[in-house]
């Protein structure tokens, strides 16, 4: 009885442990994600302020948290940005530099130096809600792997997401369903933190020919 007891309290314990390791994970790319997202506000930076002004701002803050994670993984904490950095690194990131801020910003960046609007900012409102979205819905009720690190229930909210955006931007069915199936099969390809550049790229190039046609 005593062996029965003991067996059950270590199964309920484990079972505490994996349910607060993935409320952990979970946390953790909600506040990942939610400061991911906020690169769809640079459409808003660009058409009031201009292009250009808006490369530099994205420019200044790429350097900023380069040099904050580069003093980060040195020794030298960086107040907020190093807190915000280790409470939304993934696991594969702990004790060396969080790329992704850099390649999000240069995504960013590379859409509005490549594309005219509104293709650049169909491809940044792609990488912002595209991406961000899948993630979440990935990581909460993702079950059915189809690449590694995607699952079909994120790769769907992807989809969900890119058409409603580019649909809403273009008015035209046709373009909103070839952005959307495009940006779903950039997103759901394993390349890490580089789909930050690759999504953003590969949607602009596609609504640009798109919208000339």
Do not use: W
Request: net charge positive.
């Amino acid at each position: 009885m005593a062996d029965l007891k003991a067996i059950d309290t270590n199964i309920q314990s484990r079972s505490r442990e994996r349910i607060a390791s993935v409320l952990s994970d979970l946390r953790g790319e909600l506040v990942r994600k939610s400061i991911h997202m906020l690169i769809a506000f640079v459409p808003g930076i660009a058409t009031l302020a201009g292009v250009m002004p808006t490369l530099a701002i994205l420019g200044v803050g790429v350097l900023a948290y380069a040099s904050a994670e580069y003093a980060r993984i040195h020794g030298r904490r960086v107040v907020l940005i190093s807190s915000l950095t280790v409470l939304a690194s993934r696991p594969r990131d702990r004790g060396r530099f969080v790329l992704g801020p850099v390649t999000l910003g240069v995504g960013a960046m590379l859409a509005l130096l490549l594309y005219p609007a509104p293709a650049a900012f169909i491809a940044i409102y792609a990488l912002a809600f595209g991406d961000g979205i899948a993630s979440l819905v990935g990581k909460a009720i993702g079950r059915t792997k189809i690449l590694p690190g995607s699952t079909l229930e994120g790769s769907f909210a992807c989809f969900l997401a890119v058409f409603a955006v580019s649909f809403a931007m273009t008015d035209s069915f046709s373009i909103g369903l070839a952005v959307a199936l495009a940006a779903t099969v950039l997103e759901a390809l394993p390349t890490d933190d580089m789909d930050n550049i690759i999504l953003p790229v590969g949607v602009g190039l596609l609504s640009t020919i798109l919208l000339a046609l």
